[in-house]
C-alpha cells in the first residue's frame, strides 16, 4: 500500500450522438445513460492501436478507475432499422430483420481516469492523435470535439477530486449565462467506481475481460451514483474548456 495521491486525467466526451449499450442482443440494442467501462476501454484501445484480442492490454486499461460526471443530460432516442436479405438461421431462404436502436442525443459528459502516470500519459497522447478512428459507441457516432485541450495532462488528484473542480464543459453561452443567474441550480450527476462494500453501491455488468469476437465477456463492478454542486467557479473555469 501507499499513500501517495492517485494520478487522474480528465477526457470531453461531447457529440450529437452517443450510445453506451450494456444488454445489445438480438433487435434491441439499448443505451446506458452515461459511459460504460467497456464503452470507455474500447474507445482508449482503439486510440492507442491495441487489438481486440490483446486481453493483457485490455485488462491494463480496464483497471484504470472511471469516474463520469454528466455535465448535460443527454435526451434517450430510438431508430427504428430494417435490414432486408439476411439469411434465416436453417440457411434455407431470407427474411427482413426489424431492430430498434437507442442512443443519447446532445448529451455531455466528464469522464474521469484514474490510476498510473505513465498509463495516462501514453492515453493523453493517443487521443490526441489516434491510431483508429474515435467513436462514441457507433462508427457514426464521433466527437463533437477533441478529448483533450491541447495543453491537459494527467494531474496529481483523486477522480472524486476533478469531478468537483473541473470547469463545466458546457459550450453554450446561453446556458452558461443562465446557470451563472441561476440561484438554485441542480447539481451535475456523478457515476464513481468504489468499492463493492460502499454504502449505496450499485453493481454495473460492463467490466471487460476480453473483446475478442465471438467470446466477449464482461465481469462485475460496483458505482456509486450522486451529484455535486455546479459552482461559479466550475461555470467561470469552464469557459476556456469550450472555445
Not at 434491441?28 to 482503439?46: F, H, N, Y
Not at 453554450?172 to 441561476?182: E, F, G, I, N, V
Amino acid at each position: 500500500m501507499t499513500d501517495e495521491q492517485p494520478m487522474s486525467l480528465a477526457l470531453c466526451f461531447d457529440a450529437p450522438m452517443q450510445s453506451w449499450g450494456t444488454r445489445s442482443r438480438g433487435v434491441i440494442r439499448d443505451t446506458s445513460l452515461e459511459p460504460t467501462k467497456s464503452g470507455v476501454v474500447g474507445l482508449l484501445a482503439a486510440a492507442l492501436g491495441i487489438d481486440r484480442d490483446n486481453n493483457n492490454a485490455i485488462a491494463e486499461l480496464a483497471q484504470l478507475r472511471l469516474a463520469i460526471r454528466v455535465d448535460r443530460e443527454g435526451i434517450l432516442e430510438r431508430d427504428y432499422h430494417t435490414t432486408q436479405n439476411v439469411p434465416t438461421t436453417q440457411g434455407t431462404g431470407h427474411r427482413t430483420v426489424v431492430s430498434e436502436r437507442y442512443y443519447l442525443a446532445d448529451a455531455l459528459f466528464l469522464v474521469v481516469l484514474e490510476g498510473r502516470q505513465q498509463l495516462l500519459t501514453s492515453v493523453a497522447g493517443a487521443v490526441r492523435q489516434p491510431h483508429w478512428r474515435l467513436s462514441f459507441g457507433r462508427k457514426a457516432f464521433v466527437p463533437a470535439r477533441p478529448l483533450l485541450p491541447p495543453d491537459a495532462a494527467p494531474i496529481r488528484a483523486s477522480a472524486e477530486t476533478v469531478l468537483t473542480e473541473h470547469g463545466w464543459l458546457e459550450p453554450s453561452p446561453y446556458l452558461r449565462a443562465t446557470a451563472h443567474r441561476d440561484t438554485q441550480r441542480p447539481g451535475l450527476r456523478t457515476v464513481v467506481e468504489c468499492p463493492p462494500n460502499t454504502v449505496g453501491a450499485e453493481a454495473r455488468y460492463d467490466h471487460p475481460i476480453t473483446f475478442t469476437p465471438g467470446q466477449r465477456r464482461f465481469a462485475p463492478r460496483t458505482v456509486l451514483v450522486s451529484d455535486v454542486p455546479l459552482t461559479d467557479t466550475m461555470i467561470t473555469t469552464g469557459e476556456s474548456l469550450c472555445i
